[in-house]
């Protein structure tokens, strides 16, 4: 039997924070320039940041290595929440916008947690 290897891009977690982060980018880049470069450029950071730090923890080799950039992914989650709860005050996004951003927000936390344990249960080292 062939042994399968898990793909960084087959983890629940990164593919619901990379399309996160795609949503955010086309919401942003339709913004004037203040919005843009005060709140948007913050966001996108944030949020972009959630999902490459999953892909460089995935990259690490040992196990604490890894549960420390996917903790990583967790604080970028909570930035990230800040930007858009900012972003819906400030009405940059419609309540729609906001809801299916809060959607995403709102499952990563799990799948984060649901990552960490994995990798502690899994890896020995």
């Given at each position: 039997?062939?042994?399968?290897?898990?793909?960084?891009?087959?983890?629940?977690?990164?593919?619901?924070?990379?399309?996160?982060?795609?949503?955010?980018?086309?919401?942003?880049?339709?913004?004037?320039?203040?919005?843009?470069?005060?709140?948007?450029?913050?966001?996108?950071?944030?949020?972009?940041?959630?999902?490459?730090?999953?892909?460089?923890?995935?990259?690490?080799?040992?196990?604490?290595?890894?549960?420390?950039?996917?903790?990583?992914?967790?604080?970028?989650?909570?930035?990230?929440?800040?930007?858009?709860?900012?972003?819906?005050?400030?009405?940059?996004?419609?309540?729609?916008?906001?809801?299916?951003?809060?959607?995403?927000?709102?499952?990563?936390?799990?799948?984060?947690?649901?990552?960490?344990k994995y990798?502690?249960i899994k890896?020995?080292?």
């Amino acid at each position: 039997m062939e042994k399968t290897y898990l793909k960084f891009d087959a983890i629940d977690a990164y593919r619901t924070a990379f399309n996160l982060s795609n949503y955010v980018w086309d919401l942003v880049i339709k913004w004037d320039n203040f919005a843009k470069f005060t709140v948007g450029k913050q966001l996108v950071e944030s949020t972009d940041s959630i999902s490459a730090n999953i892909a460089e923890g995935f990259g690490r080799y040992h196990k604490k290595d890894k549960i420390k950039f996917y903790r990583y992914s967790n604080g970028s989650l909570l930035e990230s929440i800040d930007w858009i709860k900012k972003s819906k005050y400030r009405g940059l996004v419609t309540p729609e916008e906001f809801e299916i951003i809060l959607q995403a927000h709102e499952k990563l936390p799990l799948e984060l947690n649901q990552l960490i344990k994995y990798t502690n249960i899994k890896l020995k080292f």
